[in-house]
């Protein structure tokens, strides 16, 4: 895997662990993880994941309320 691949996986697996747990901004997360720019920072997650960084949010949330606890 190139180096850059690589880097840009790190930050997708970073990025998610974020948008799960904290309440932080989608910009902030990009900036946070090491993007200079939120809207390539939101076209290579799309990329990445095949949705929108809210629209994962938003996913998760509603994957985790659904969740049956014993």
Same mark, same amino acid.
Request: net charge positive; glycine share 2%.
């Given at each position: ?16 662990? #974020? !948008?799960? %747990?904290?309440? #932080?901004? !989608?910009?902030? !997360? ?9 809207? %390539? ?9 095949? #949705? ?19």
């Amino acid at each position: 895997m190139p180096p850059a691949q690589f880097l840009t996986t790190k930050r997708m697996e970073a990025t998610k662990e #974020l !948008i799960m %747990h904290t309440s #932080l901004s !989608i910009t902030a !997360i990009a900036y946070e993880v090491g993007f200079k720019s939120s809207s %390539h920072f939101s076209t290579l997650f799309r990329k990445s994941v095949g #949705l929108s960084p809210s629209d994962y949010r938003l996913e998760q949330k509603q994957q985790s309320s659904s969740v049956v606890q014993y």
